[in-house]
């Protein structure tokens, strides 16, 4: 009791030390904000009128000093280092981390009680009134702001021109899409929307020069009954050229643009099919444009077609910067010629990266990456990209005394951003295709136990098929693994364990096939309260290989070039949804659901497409990949001995994490995560094949953690324990009545912490 009362004591002390009220000079009052509270208007609904409040609420000036928890923290700083001085370590404080205090006499009733009647008209309330008083207390103040809308205005009819005039006429045309409904409250938002929809549809059939501001809406407010009739027109004094569809004429290319020389040198262009290249130094071929220039000559101007053009020259790659110029063609003025100037990157650049990690298998880790690119290859706009790294994985602690981890390699990647296939394929849209060569090896060296020989290759495809929508299909995927070096004492592991995981890590892995992923994404439209994430990924193995030279183990095992190699057909889905439940919290979940069927040649899939989970992005109550597969149990980290990780055929793991903002930079999270792996098939291990009671054999974990969100990166950290272990007997798998976070036994054997870079998912 006596503990529990010291704490309180702090508080008190802390909170009246908070307190900023006794800074102010005789007569002041301390604003503390401004309340709108709607009156006398039994027509609206509760929640109309919630949300009427909500939108004026923010219109009032000034705003209060800001608060955490009720404590103005930046003011009691003000407060705390005010000082004379200009420079040194307290004026610096005030300055950077204080707050003036937002006073009474600050508000002014009149101008805030105009603004939110001027917004009440806007939104359909012609007759609102309202007045604002101040509401003192000894030394706060605050103002109410009582609102009398009087009734809602609603759209009759709109009427759009009818006249003869191409202008008119097309202006009609958009009609069947407006955005001004009859029935519907009059608002001037929705009427400049609708005044943009109409530009943007004309901008589609040729008005390069028109504008939203070419347009008039007549409202008629004069009506019975509080309606309004809308008449959508041209201005009378529109300029003759936004009146006019314009089509394209030339265009002209100038991919070394410099500031320094402005000169068009029309007379050196060189014409490549429908569009000409302005280049003196001949830095680039002019055929690497033809997936960018996307307008023609003769074609009416689109704003769409022009839009793509830029954002494709932009994602062509060599060129920093991108300008476009239109100007009416000589002799013609319904035509027009089109410029682009673009200004080059260096071509050639490197790049150093220094990476640091740590996850909750005790590994302290740090890469570095040497990135050479050249931006313009061979002369076609070809990214050429070499890397070198290294990394190291050291184990502190854990696992008896660890097994550190060093990895060294190196990969080359040609990227076209073009498709190179035997058939011409041309897409229009805003996104560049790309066709990609890989070429990477890897050498693995885990200390005392073995050294491994990773050889990798790729050719295939990337593009998007809108902003939403993404495919990458790779042709063929080729990945060869083998054992450069094993130690006696993993090959005493792998007999004394009798765990076939272990010899599986080194068996020699030869896999080649296609692979084709599909992703959908809207989680850049932060405007959403619900957003979405899926991508669906299918791969596999030698299966027409497989076919050809009838493989069936263990009957007859096939080699190509003398390896054995791996078949399979590997599915997986990783769906996200996230929903916001408030301007500063969300929650967000994830459901992974994948399988790997190994056949013909193979009876289980190669480790290296095989499924993990635990650790810092998975379940982050358990160590990295110690769960599974399905029961069994590898051991623990302290009962001394290596422990592998452990891999599964079979994957099924879901995770919800609520993450609320707590102030400034950094965010809560509160998560609970549950999922395992499986076998496909009887591998001589207890409990590891996927069988109808799966669902029994969840682990499930729970934690809290904070995210520190500094734009350019989120550094995260997640405290997590275990409430369900599968591989306990069953009627014991729940620990959550065993828990004792007095225990310094049990927070040693159940609370894992992570630190991480970005967010889990």
């Given at each position: 009791m006596i503990k529990n009362i010291k704490y309180v004591l702090v508080l008190t002390i802390f909170l009246s030390a908070c307190s900023n009220t006794k800074y102010l000079q005789p007569g002041q009052k301390l604003y503390t904000g401004g309340k709108v509270k709607i009156v006398d208007n039994d027509s609206l609904k509760k929640s109309d009128r919630k949300a009427l409040e909500s939108d004026l609420t923010p219109l009032l000036r000034p705003k209060p000093n800001s608060s955490l928890l009720g404590l103005r923290v930046k003011l009691y700083i003000y407060n705390k280092t005010r000082t004379n001085k200009t420079k040194g370590f307290k004026h610096w404080l005030n300055t950077k981390f204080?707050?003036?205090?937002?006073?009474?006499?600050?508000?002014?009733?009149?101008?805030?009680?105009?603004?939110?009647?001027?917004?009440?008209?806007?939104?359909?309330?012609f007759q609102a009134t309202v007045s604002g008083d101040t509401i003192g207390k000894k030394k706060t103040a605050r103002a109410e702001y009582t609102v009398n809308t009087g009734p809602a205005y609603k759209i009759r009819s709109v009427t759009f021109p009818k006249g003869n005039e191409d202008l008119d006429t097309a202006i009609a045309g958009t009609a069947g899409e407006t955005l001004l409904k009859p029935g519907e409250k009059y608002d001037l938002d929705v009427i400049k929307n609708e005044r943009l929809r109409i530009d943007a549809k004309l901008k589609e059939k040729g008005f390069f020069y028109f504008a939203p501001e070419d347009i008039i809406m007549r409202i008629d407010s004069t009506l019975a009954n509080h309606q309004v009739d809308i008449f959508v027109a041209v201005k009378p004094k529109v300029n003759d050229r936004d009146r006019r569809i314009y089509t394209i004429n030339k265009l002209y290319v100038y991919p070394n643009y410099s500031l320094r020389d402005t000169a068009l040198h029309l007379d050196e262009a060189v014409s490549y099919r429908w569009y000409n290249v302005v280049d003196r130094r001949k830095t680039i071929r002019p055929f690497a444009f033809k997936n960018t220039v996307l307008m023609q000559p003769g074609e009416v101007y689109n704003r769409t077609a022009h839009n793509n053009s830029l954002n494709r020259f932009v994602n062509l790659g060599p060129y920093k910067f991108v300008k476009n110029r239109f100007e009416p063609a000589a002799g013609d003025s319904s035509k027009l010629d089109v410029f682009y100037f673009l200004t080059p990157y260096p071509k050639k650049s490197i790049q150093v990266d220094v990476l640091g990690r740590t996850n909750s298998a005790n590994f302290t880790g740090t890469q570095i990456n040497i990135n050479w690119k050249h931006r313009n290859a061979f002369k076609g706009a070809e990214l050429l990209t070499f890397r070198l790294f290294g990394s190291s994985d050291v184990q502190f602690s854990g696992q008896g005394g660890g097994f550190n981890v060093y990895q060294v390699g190196g990969e080359m990647k040609l990227t076209w951003p073009r498709f190179i296939a035997p058939v011409n394929i041309r897409s229009d849209n805003a996104y560049i295709p790309h066709t990609n060569l890989t070429l990477g090896y890897t050498l693995i060296n885990r200390t005392n136990l073995y050294t491994l020989n990773s050889f990798n290759g790729s050719f295939g495809y990337d593009w998007k098929q809108s902003v939403h929508k993404s495919h990458e299909l790779n042709i063929l995927n080729v990945n060869l693994v083998s054992p450069a070096n094993v130690t006696q004492l993993y090959r005493d592991s792998i007999k004394g364990s009798n765990n076939p995981a272990l010899q599986h890590v080194i068996d020699k892995q030869f896999t080649f096939g296609p692979s084709y992923s599909y992703t959908f994404t809207n989680t850049t439209e932060e405007y959403r309260t619900n957003t979405l994430f899926y991508n669906a990924r299918v791969s596999s193995s030698a299966v027409i290989t497989g076919l050809v030279t009838g493989a069936d183990t263990p009957a007859t095992v096939r080699t190509v070039l003398g390896t054995p190699f791996n078949q399979y057909v590997k599915i997986e889905n990783d769906l996200r949804f996230y929903h916001k439940t408030g301007q500063n919290s969300s929650i967000a979940t994830r459901l992974m659901v994948g399988a790997g069927i190994p056949f013909g040649n193979s009876t289980v899939m190669p480790y290296s497409q095989q499924f993990f989970i635990g650790g810092s992005n998975s379940l982050r109550g358990f160590r990295a990949r110690s769960i599974g597969p399905g029961t069994y149990y590898a051991g623990r980290p302290d009962d001394g001995g290596f422990l592998p990780d452990q891999a599964g055929d079979i994957r099924i793991e879901g995770n919800v994490e609520w993450r609320p903002k707590l102030f400034s930079?950094?965010?809560?999270?509160?998560?609970?995560?549950?999922g395992n792996i499986w076998m496909m098939r009887n591998n001589g291990l207890q409990g590891a094949t996927f069988s109808k009671n799966f669902y029994k054999e969840f682990a499930v974990d729970a934690g809290v953690g904070l995210r520190f969100d500094v734009t350019v990166l989120v550094l995260r950290t997640d405290l997590g324990f275990p409430i369900r272990k599968p591989w306990l007997p069953e009627g014991q798998r729940w620990v959550v009545d065993k828990i004792d976070f007095g225990s310094s036994a049990w927070r040693h054997e159940n609370l894992v912490f992570n630190l991480a870079i970005g967010y889990p998912f």
């Open positions: 204080g707050e003036p205090p937002v006073l009474a006499s600050q508000v002014n009733l009149e101008k805030n009680s105009e603004i939110l009647q001027n917004r009440l008209q806007n939104k359909s309330y930079i950094v965010r809560g999270a509160v998560f609970v995560d549950a």
